[in-house]
């Protein structure tokens, strides 16, 4: 499986706290099956800033050591970006990186409590520059919570999503988990990642949240998808096939 959210970093932001930690999250990422990670520390979140140069040094000094201790886990460089004016400017500029420096695909954090109104704006600016955002755990978000529109049109504008493992599986409470569920049952989230901070509280963990969204999505193809030939795809830069979504209708929403 491929993990393409996780705070494994040391010291760099809110995750890792030490190199041990990050080793002791990678032999429990390696332990569930996971065999790659990208590396996303926050930035340009107010509180943190990661340029993509500081980001690809940090991954290439974390795999040589991941290299020396025996642990068979590839690590790439990637960034969790808050939403900001001029993204695309900003990434020109190496001021946030993309997934695998490739310019294609980057992750994309939008507020918790709410929707920018240059969001719109700034995925059309993306997508123009042919770059895709894929927007991290939008079951979290508590506008989206009660109206998964807005995620449906920022989908069909050609965003993807990303729900967060722990949220399918009930980690992060009952509100989240009906979302993700929501979400998932009407393909508009496309990848399951952890969005792993630690070993103990948020651990790089992939293989409940597969088996929890077999049984949302009817099928254990679709669900593995996710963690195997999408973020691959994603990786490497190529076009991913997505599932056509559809809207949740009102007697469908989870909140009720």
């Known amino acids: 499986m491929i993990d393409l959210h996780c705070h494994i970093l040391p010291g760099i932001d809110d995750g890792a706290r030490s ?3 990050s080793l002791a999250m990678a032999r429990i990422a390696v332990k569930d099956g996971l065999h790659t990670i990208v590396a996303t520390p926050h930035t340009l979140n107010g509180i943190y800033l990661n340029p993509a ?7 290439a000094a974390l795999q040589k050591i991941l290299t020396e201790n025996h642990i ?37 954090e939008l ?14 600016s993306l997508k123009l520059s042919g770059i895709t955002p894929i927007i991290a755990h939008p079951e ?37 988990r009906q979302s993700a569920e929501a979400l998932l049952s009407h393909r508009l ?19 409940y949240a597969v088996e929890d969204a077999t049984e949302i999505l009817g099928s254990h193809e679709e669900a593995e998808r996710m963690v195997t030939e ?9 076009a991913l096939e997505i599932c056509e979504p559809s809207r949740v209708r009102k007697q469908d929403h989870f909140w009720k």
Do not use: W
């Open 111 to 124: 507020p918790v409590q709410t929707i920018p109104k240059g969001l719109k704006n700034e995925i059309f």
């Open 72 to 108: 068979e886990l590839r690590l790439f460089a990637g960034s969790e970006v808050h939403l900001c004016p001029q993204m695309v400017k900003r990434i020109k500029s190496g001021e946030a990186a993309t997934i695998n420096n490739g310019r294609k695909y980057i992750l994309l």
């Open 189 to 207: 989230a496309h990848i399951i990642a952890s969005d792993a901070h630690s070993v103990d509280g948020r651990p790089p963990v992939l293989s």
């Open 19 to 21: 190199l041990e930690e």
């Open 140 to 176: 979290r978000n508590t506008i989206i919570q009660h109206d998964p529109d807005i995620l449906y049109e920022l989908v069909s504008m050609g965003a993807l999503s990303q729900v967060t493992a722990m949220s399918v599986t009930g980690g992060f409470g009952e509100l989240a």
């Open 53 to 59: 140069k500081r980001v690809t040094s940090l991954v």
């Open 230 to 238: 999408a973020p691959a795809a994603i990786l490497s830069g190529n």
